[in-house]
């Protein structure tokens, strides 16, 4: 079943997904805020909203440590 995101959050998955395939580690807040060019509050509340929704989890402390729970086949392409 196709996990349910907007399609703001979907770009957001994708970003991640993509910069994870590509650096082969998750981005940091700082690299979202660059790409998506939003505040750093904005960021967060983005990322505790995906993690909340079961979209992606985090480990507490650790630095980029957003590990995606979307299949990438249910992901939008990145714009």
Known sequence: M???FTAKQGQ??????NYTKIHRQ???ES?????????PPAI?????????????ERMP???RSI???VQPEYLPRLE
């Open 2 to 4: 196709a996990p349910s």
């Open 12 to 17: 957001y998955l994708a970003f991640i997904y």
């Open 26 to 28: 998750a981005p940091a």
């Open 31 to 39: 690299d979202l805020q660059r790409y998506f060019q939003v505040s």
């Open 44 to 56: 967060h509340e983005m990322i505790k909203t995906l993690e909340r929704n079961g979209l992606i």
């Open 61 to 63: 402390g650790r630095a």
């Open 67 to 69: 590990r995606l729970l």
